[in-house]
């Protein structure tokens, strides 16, 4: 079960840096790409914001 957890995880990276862009016109993948490379967000605010959700969601 961990396994298909993680690999659960990995496909919602790929969804959220890649297939989820293709279509959305509010956040692109170029705009996310140059975003996080600007410095406006960090890897690590991005991480956080899945933990805080996460840690709500099973900490109840």
Known sequence: MKEIILNT??????????YD???DEQLSMEQLDET???????????????RKNLEETYTK
Not at 9 to 18: A, E, N, Q, R, V
Not at 36 to 50: A, H, L, P, Q
């Open 9 to 18: 995880i990995d496909d919602l990276c790929s969804d959220f840096t890649y």
């Open 21 to 23: 862009r293709k279509e």
């Open 36 to 50: 996080v490379k600007s410095g406006e967000i960090t890897i690590d605010e991005m991480v956080e914001r899945f």
